[in-house]
């Protein structure tokens, strides 16, 4: 199929939390968005009305009939079970989902002659790293069934390559936060499991206390190191790989972080100057495969790229998170 601009941008998980921000990306960037997601842990407030499509990945007549009706220019792929701590304990829910599922959407994008997919990987592909900062060349050693799915599909979309032609952009994100600025959406999930979301529940009352897992780490001052990138650079990273893909790039992997890493203390602290709350925190037990420091060596973005984020600094994540947590009551 020849691509043409009129052509759309399929969203697949289009209703979460990046893939929201996203749509609003695209949007601005004069593309031409549709989002495809079941609203398992998405929200159809988040989607700009007309452009949600309800259907699951599962669903292979429904995907096979969204592809054969819709000029599809190139696919996203946000959809997936996200939870580390889960797919410990459910990991044929993480298999089914993220790697079965891909499975099905990349037969209907081969069916239909869509070469074109940008992948939501993640730095827990990497595992407990080496050395940091890491970079996209640093040893593959997930340690929990996610990290272990996401690695699958992005060996499964070298083989499409390798095999058909699928050119792919595999990003893999460091620590996801903050809000769009306009505060209209913002993070939601259901149950929260991300560190700065669940510190702001704690600073607009809605939960008592910040569990920090662990404060005996070998690090500054011994809670964990994390690597936080504001959503909307996320999502701008995206459009560049996107129309790097559509100028025929071929496929790259390439890691989204800041290069900056905050310790948990350290969020702790932003989080009270930007939200003027105490923020008390208990301390529990490590968590089991939770690495000590990991922040991205994140050069190839900006550099092949020309990736340039607006959010870079912490209490900018913050704040913009505060301001959506604010305005939205968390979004409900
Ligand atoms: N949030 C982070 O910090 C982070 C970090 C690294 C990687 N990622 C990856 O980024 C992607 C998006 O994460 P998020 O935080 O926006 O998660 P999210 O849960 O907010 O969004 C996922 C979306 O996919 C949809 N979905 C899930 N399974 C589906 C299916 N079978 N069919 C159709 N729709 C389905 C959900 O309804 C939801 O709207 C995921 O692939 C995740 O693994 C996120």
Known sequence: MTSS???KILVVGGAGYIGSHMV???IDKG?????YDNLSTGHSWAVPEGSLIEGDLADTAALNRLFETVNIRAVMHFASSIQVAESVVEPLKYYRNNVANTLNLLAAMRQNGVKRIVFSSTA?????PLSVPISEQAPLNPENPYGRSKLMVEQVLADCDHAWGLKSAVLRYFNAAGAHPSAAIGEAHTPESHLIPIMLQVASGRRESVTIYGTDYPTR???CIRDYIHVCDLASAHSLALEALLDDSGSFVCNLGNGLGYS?????EVGRAVTGHPI????GQRRPGDPALLVASADKMRSEFGWKPRFADLPSIIGTAWKWHQNNGYGF
């Open 5 to 7: 601009p009129s052509m």
């Open 24 to 26: 609003r990306e695209l």
């Open 31 to 35: 593309f031409d968005p549709l989002v």
């Open 124 to 128: 827990a592909v990497y595992g407990s």
């Open 221 to 223: 001052d011994g809670t």
């Open 264 to 268: 948990i203390q350290e969020v702790m």
């Open 280 to 283: 008390p925190v208990s301390i």
